[in-house]
């Protein structure tokens, strides 16, 4: 079994080392940690819809630089800081996935940086 680890050593906030991968790849499973609302270190402005989408932009980059796309993501994990936003998240989420929407959870949970929602995700592609 082959295992890529992507983003592995990285730096957060204040240059401090991150302990953890962006992503990792083993046998055509890419297991993506969970990604937030962020740009260049800090968590973007705006409600959760913005941050839907600036979350959801990033994922979508960690898929693409491991040669996946949304349409192989078979399960997601979503974490909301509000459960009073979890329709207009929905909708958004919905764009994303129309078609192929995954397996998912999405529960409350208070946030380890500021920003409204976190979201990970599981995806297969069978190696050729």
């Not at 936003?85 to 998912?104: H, I, L, T």
Request: aromatic content about 10%.
């Amino acid at each position: 079994m082959s295992i890529i680890r992507y983003g592995a050593g990285e730096r957060g906030a204040g240059g401090q080392p991150l302990p953890f991968a962006r992503a990792v790849e083993a046998d055509g499973w890419l297991h993506v940690s969970g990604q937030v609302a962020m740009e260049n270190g800090e968590i973007i402005d705006g409600g959760i819809v913005a941050q839907t989408h600036k979350t959801m932009q990033n994922l979508i980059a960690i898929l693409n630089e491991a040669g996946y796309g949304l349409e192989h993501v078979v399960r997601a994990g979503v974490w909301l800081d509000d459960p009073r936003d979890f329709w207009s998240f929905n909708k958004v989420f919905a764009e994303y996935f129309a078609g192929n929407a995954p397996a998912r959870a999405c529960v409350q949970s208070s946030m380890m940086v500021d920003c409204k929602v976190e979201i990970e995700c599981i995806a297969y592609k069978p190696k050729a």
